[in-house]
């Protein structure tokens, strides 16, 4: 089979790999196609040390189970998702679930931009939910990536009449911006969910997808502020989801946020940025972040997606081969790509046993 292999870096390679073999209590999913993540690009980027995992938002369809397994059916299409945490240590008991060791060794084998990969026994009773035949496995893909994000939005207060402004408007930030609007008001009453960002062809898809309005990102440290305020009635923002990362985007947030008002640091950050703690401290402002998801959001977005109420229909920007996995990544690199999707297996039928 076809799989990426991460040997370093700038030593990325599409090979011939055995197909996985299986335990009693694990699962063999041919691949339908896999998103390229942001995260991806920084385990890349930042030259993540061997061993690395790339893939992970992901759909297939079961083609062998093992003889312990019995909630999940061969031939079933199905959505699985890399880290689960115990569910059981200091971490997950405070619902910090990123944290769990467990959570942060665990992976699907290969990696998710594979033909072929085996599902452990912890995925297959946590991170394995069938994928409803009302979506289609390009949809699946996105339940991992709108996980993080509905994790996010727990993670940020607001109540109603609050204005929530996501700094950044590639897939995540658009995906983020449904689901502000789909469990906050839904909870909160009428929030106001305002989007940013650097690209103008953004704006218009972040108005199509909600947004209440979406503004072109300034230069200036303070100039965010002056846009945003006409909107808030001079207060800024109650809370900003920073999903870009750098310096800019944190130090405009900051200045952007009303007394008593909430940071949500969504995007890996290089390097450091100056705080004046006193500023912090007199104006009771709290800073947050949100890594990763658990399996109950995972829960929430597959159903969030499957009734309609986050939409992803136009996100993908290109549809690549694994062949071109090095031109998916210059593209996200290069921010040419709203979403890059990696069509991998077709609807061939897998034989067990069988050499490929």
């Keep these: 089979m076809k799989a990426v292999i991460y040997h370093s870096h700038n030593n990325i390679r599409v090979e011939n790999r055995p197909v996985p073999s299986i335990l009693d209590t694990e699962l063999l999913v041919r691949v339908h196609g896999c998103g390229l993540c942001g995260s991806d690009i920084i385990k890349i980027t930042h030259q993540a040390p061997p061993p690395v995992v790339l893939g992970h938002e992901l759909t297939g369809t079961i083609v062998e189970r093992g003889k312990a397994v019995s909630n999940v059916e061969v031939g079933q299409r199905v959505i699985v998702a890399h880290h689960v945490p115990c569910g059981e240590c200091h971490y997950c008991r405070h619902q910090n679930y990123s944290m769990c060791a467990d959570f942060k060794t665990s992976n699907i084998d290969p990696c998710g931009f594979a033909e072929y990969i085996r599902v452990p026994e912890q995925h297959v009773q946590h991170t394995t939910l069938p994928l409803p035949d009302s979506l289609s496995a390009e949809e699946g893909s996105f339940v991992e990536p709108l996980a993080c994000c509905v994790r996010a939005v ?18 995540i930030g658009l995906l983020m911006i449904q689901a502000l609007k789909a469990l906050q008001t839904a909870n909160s009453g009428n929030l106001r969910v305002y989007g940013v ?16 309005d979406a503004f072109l990102a300034p230069t200036g440290e303070q100039d965010l502020r002056e846009v945003l305020d006409p909107h808030t009635a001079g207060r800024g923002a109650d809370a900003i989801i920073i999903t870009a990362p750098g310096v800019r985007p944190f130090m405009q947030a900051l200045a952007s ?6 940071i949500n640091i969504f995007a890996a950050h290089a390097g450091t940025v100056p705080i004046n703690l006193e500023t912090i401290y007199q104006q009771e402002l709290s800073i947050t972040s949100t890594y990763s998801s658990s399996p109950t959001e995972l829960r ?36 040419a790509a709203l979403k890059v999707y990696f069509q991998i297996s077709g609807e061939q039928v897998w034989q067990a046993h069988t050499t490929m």
Excluded: Y
Excluded at 160 to 170: E, F, K, P, Q, R
Excluded at 302 to 330: A, C, N, W, Y
């Design 300 to 335: 929430t977005a597959l159903d969030l997606l499957s009734s309609r109420k986050v939409r992803v229909d136009g996100l993908i920007s290109h549809r690549l081969p694994l062949s071109q996995f090095s031109e998916g990544v210059m593209l996200m690199r290069e921010r």
């Design 197 to 212: 960002d650097l690209l103008p062809e953004r704006l218009q898809l972040a108005h199509d997808l909600g947004a209440d």
């Design 257 to 262: 946020l009303r007394k008593g008002g909430t």
């Design 154 to 171: 727990r993670r940020t207060p607001s109540l109603s009449g609050d204005s929530v402004v996501v700094m950044g408007l590639g897939s």
